[in-house]
């Protein structure tokens, strides 16, 4: 069975800080590139970070040098470190398990909401 929980979500204010956790299953988690998107109302889902099996990183620029992803291949889990929020970091967070040359199928978490205020 697949699954993908994010947790880790809240309300904080300007300049603090959250720890996003994506606990998997089932889905063959140390072969796939991991990423964390990020939806906000009225706007189109945008990769924020991600991580591939061989820990190569990449972000948005946005959130360079503010968010950092990591991953645990022994707890099949991804996170997401993000400090110096901003109120535009507002947004429902997503992981994703992207899918592979042999793992044909894309899985998506069911988000998190963050929500940064001023």
């Known amino acids: 069975q697949v699954t993908l929980v994010e947790s880790g979500g809240g309300l904080v204010q300007a300049g603090g800080s959250l720890r996003l956790s994506c606990a998997t299953s089932?889905?063959?988690?140390?072969?796939?590139?991991m990423g964390w998107y990020r939806q906000a109302p009225g706007t189109q889902r945008e990769l924020v970070a991600a991580i591939t099996t061989g820990r190569s990183t990449n972000y948005a620029d946005s959130v360079k040098g503010r968010f950092t992803i990591s991953r645990d291949n022994a707890k099949n889990a991804v996170y997401l470190q993000m400090n110096s929020l901003k109120p535009e970091d507002t947004a429902v967070y997503y992981c994703k398990a992207e899918r592979t040359r042999l793992l044909v199928h894309d899985y998506w978490g069911q988000g998190t909401q963050v929500t940064v205020s001023s």
């Open positions: 089932g889905i063959a988690f140390s072969s796939r590139t």
